[in-house]
């Protein structure tokens, strides 16, 4: 190694011990950025190459289904393809669309029960809303008769506008199509999350996935989901 | 979930614990360590690689050698330590395999969506577009430099525990670090000082020798 880039070395580390201005607002502008979340796409692909974690499958019932195996990797996907989800309104049916996703659902799919979920209630608790509701299990444009959640209770939420819930959706979704049968607003395990119910075209059960109110492209993350088979 | 002994649950034993586990044969163990870990490993790969598919592949290349060759853990530095140098070292690799790096944006989908998709606040928008601007500034660095700005200035870690991931001298820590700071300097100035209308603010004289000789370097690597 030359004298000079030796000396270069010495000088980039006395840097180091004593930064310059421009250095300090450097590092103050690193140490602003938001800290990120692996993708849950990513997070199952890893779970499905270690030993499977089995808490899920020990405690929801026989016919609940492990998911894990029948996600794809979403990095895989071109990423630039979910950025186009459009909103259109007709017959009074809320409709996005996205080259990733296809939500199609009626009006006020966004419920409040306020219900307790834990892992081992979610596959009785989540059918018993959509009975409840009105909201058929096997489709996606029944009426509903419960009241949706009022505005001011969604504000701040992915759920508060149909942008943020498509979002929410295109994070959280492996599917190229999925119906969104309904969103409950209520708590697991203490915690205010969103409980998405939805359906994959072609897949004989209900895709529940626990998230966190702040659910969207930069917080993928999917607290539980468990696959309700159908009957 | 519970350990082996099954009195104590997985989520309350330390990383060593785990580890020791896992070396044993515990199916769950490193499941645990992957869910402390993940967030950490990520955030370094992808900021360090700029490139959500090349990070994940590298998180994966890693995480697989890392539970694989557990037994080689010898416990002199700590497990996140490790975990983070088998990614790092993975992210690197990956560098070197290839014949030039790509210097692009990082896809909204992951560090900032389109601002189109998201109702938000002016300001909000404004964090995201500063943090998708630092983003690419750091993707844009060396590998060598921006990995040990991630490690540093981003993430936290020490000197010495930085150069425990990166296989290298607490001093070659610091001058990569130091090169990788000056660089951004002058990407990122418009950022440090918004009045400025996009330009780097002058450096006082007594600075502007060093900081010269720095960027020379920055761009000779």
Known sequence: ?231 | MESDAGSVPLTELDDRALMALHVQGNTDAFGELFRRHRDRLWSVALRTLGDPEEAADAVQDGLISAYRNAASYRGDAAVTTWLHRIVVNACLDRVRRRTSRPTVALPDDDLAPEASRLTVRRDAMDERETALEINRALAALPPDQAAAVVLIDVEGWSVEEAAVILDCPPGTVKSRCSRGRVKLAATLGHLRNPESDGRVPTLPDSQVSSAESLVKEVGTR
């Open chain 1, 1 to 231: 190694m030359s004298d000079s880039i030796l000396l270069e070395d010495r000088e980039a580390q006395a840097r180091f011990e004593a930064p310059h201005d421009s250095d300090m607002a450097v590092i103050s502008l690193l140490s602003s950025l938001p800290s990120l979340t692996m993708p849950a796409d990513l997070v199952a692909d890893l779970q499905r190459r270690f030993p499977p974690q089995t808490a899920l499958i020990q405690q929801t019932p026989a016919d609940v289904i492990d998911i894990s195996s029948r996600r794809r990797p979403r990095w895989m996907a071109p990423l630039a393809v979910a950025a186009s989800v459009a909103l259109l309104l007709t017959l009074g049916a809320v409709v996005f669309r996205s080259t990733d996703v296809t939500i199609v659902n009626a009006d006020g799919p966004v419920l409040a029960s306020g219900t307790e979920y834990s892992a081992s209630n979610l596959a009785t608790e989540v059918p018993e809303l959509l009975n409840t509701a009105g909201l058929s299990a096997t489709s996606a444009v029944s009426e509903a008769r419960i009241a949706p959640a009022d505005a001011a209770a969604l504000a701040g939420t992915f759920a508060a506008s149909p942008h943020s819930i498509g979002s929410c959706i295109d994070a959280i979704t492996d599917a190229p199509t999925a119906q969104l049968v309904a969103i409950d607003m209520a708590t697991f395990r203490g915690t205010a999350v969103g409980v998405i119910t939805s359906r994959v075209s072609g897949e004989k059960g209900l895709t529940v996935s626990v998230v966190p109110t702040n659910c969207g492209a930069e917080n993928a993350a999917i607290l539980e989901q468990i696959v309700i088979a159908d009957q």
